[in-house]
């Protein structure tokens, strides 16, 4: 995947995780349109985070996206078992198509 | 309910096509672009494919550039992937999305296409 991210993640109910998301100057480092969105198998994938750090209405604020350089960074909080789940970020690319990661998956 | 329900997946020969549906319900499809996005088992997302409202503005990615084609219809809510001269490495789960694609705010549950002899 153009993006990488680590491939698992982990927390227990309570506590917080952060997921990363590594590009290039050339997507994640150059503009501010990355997204996150969240995965159960066998359902509709869900917007989380668009532009770096917007929420859709209806997204806990247990979510949160932040980025620095060329990377960017998912951090849920307070941890609860519907949390698990595949995360996966994506990000705009200029004239080259939108990236995607090879996704997360976050064991609570 | 905002909803998008896809449909057509199966089983094919490489070489052989398929046509995907994406049926859209619960807001007004023709005001926004939409998108195919898909899913090889093990695999991140990859965009296929993006169409404008109007139909306006289409593009592909490479990988699908001349065997695949978008289009919708707007009188029936719907989008499709007309997809021809399919290959083992296009077996994966196909997704409708809404928006531009680096905000794909409503997705789909997905269906499946085996490309297999």
């Known amino acids: 995947s153009a993006l990488t991210q680590p491939p698992s993640a982990s927390g227990s109910p309570g506590q917080s995780v952060t997921i990363s998301c590594t590009g290039t100057s050339s997507d994640v480092g150059m503009y501010n349109y990355v997204s996150w969105y969240q995965h159960h198998p066998g359902k509709a994938p869900k917007l989380l985070i668009f532009e770096v750090s917007g929420r859709p209405s209806g997204v806990p604020d247990r979510f949160s996206g932040s980025k620095s350089g060329n990377t960017a960074s998912l951090t849920v909080s307070d941890l609860q078992a519907e949390d698990e789940a595949d995360y996966y970020c994506?990000?705009?690319?200029?004239?080259?198509?939108?990236?995607f990661g090879g996704g997360t998956r976050l064991t609570v | 309910d905002v909803q998008l329900v896809e449909s057509g997946g199966g089983l094919v020969q490489p070489g052989g096509s398929l046509r995907l549906s994406c049926s859209a319900s619960g807001y007004r499809f023709g005001g926004y672009a939409m998108n195919w996005v898909r899913q090889a088992p093990g695999r991140g997302p990859e965009w296929l494919s993006y169409i404008s409202t109007g139909s306006l503005n289409i593009h592909y990615a490479d990988s699908v550039k001349g065997r695949f084609t978008i289009f919708r219809d707007d009188a029936r809510d719907s989008l499709y992937l007309q997809m021809n001269s399919l290959r083992d490495e296009d077996t994966a789960t196909y997704y409708c999305a809404r928006g531009p694609d680096y905000r794909l705010d409503v997705w789909g549950q997905g269906t499946t296409v085996t490309v297999s002899s």
């Open positions: 994506s990000s705009y690319a200029g004239n080259n198509p939108v990236v």
